[in-house]
Structure formats: structure tokens, C-alpha cells
């Protein structure tokens, strides 16, 4: 199964980060934190705010790319607005 998440660092609040993984979602934020991805390697530790899960691959893409487009980082606003509200 495919996962698409979004991040926020903990470091640098305004700081996040969209990916897409086939390994479980906790093993990849560690990773993340561990510093083994070198785009969030700076902005560590992070948090995981949200994931989807895909069954297909092509999906998966299309949906982490929206995420990183303009529409979709509006949309990426709203989801951390309102987990903001939440911690």
C-alpha cells in the first residue's frame, strides 16, 4: 500500500514537508527525524500530520503532486489549521 503524508517540523513552524512511502507511516517519520531524508534533514524533529493510503501507485503520484501544488498547499493550510486547533 502506498502512502502520501504531510509533515510539520517542530523546529520551524512554518516548515512542511509532502511524501509519499510504501513503508509504514511511523518507520518513515523516524527516518525523517533520524535524519535520513536530506530535504527535512535541517527542520528536524518533525511531526506527521497527515497520510492517505493508496492501493494504486499512479494515484498515489497524482495525489502527492496536487499536495505540492498551489491548490493543494491552500489545502495543506486548512488541514493545519484546524490540527493546530487540535494540539
Same mark, same amino acid.
Given at each position: 500500500?502506498?502512502?502520501?503524508?504531510?509533515?510539520?517540523?517542530? /523546529?520551524?513552524?512554518?516548515?512542511? &514537508?509532502?511524501g509519499l512511502t510504501?513503508? $509504514?507511516?511511523?518507520?518513515?517519520?523516524?527516518?525523517?527525524?533520524?535524519?535520513?531524508?536530506?530535504?527535512?534533514? =535541517?527542520? /528536524?524533529?518533525? /511531526?506527521?500530520?497527515?497520510?492517505?493510503?493508496?492501493? *494504486?501507485?499512479? *494515484? =498515489? $503520484?497524482?495525489?502527492?503532486?496536487?499536495?505540492?501544488?498551489?491548490?493543494? &498547499? /491552500?489545502?495543506?493550510?486548512?488541514?493545519?489549521?484546524?490540527? $493546530?486547533?487540535?494540539?
Amino acid at each position: 500500500m502506498y502512502k502520501v503524508y504531510f509533515l510539520k517540523s517542530l /523546529r520551524d513552524k512554518s516548515k512542511t &514537508y509532502v511524501g509519499l512511502t510504501v513503508k $509504514d507511516i511511523e518507520f518513515r517519520l523516524k527516518e525523517h527525524n533520524d535524519g535520513l531524508s536530506k530535504y527535512t534533514k =535541517a527542520n /528536524r524533529p518533525w /511531526r506527521l500530520v497527515y497520510f492517505e493510503n493508496f492501493y *494504486c501507485k499512479l *494515484c =498515489a $503520484d497524482k495525489r502527492e503532486q496536487f499536495l505540492k501544488s498551489g491548490f493543494g &498547499y /491552500r489545502l495543506r493550510k486548512i488541514i493545519l489549521e484546524n490540527y $493546530d486547533k487540535l494540539e
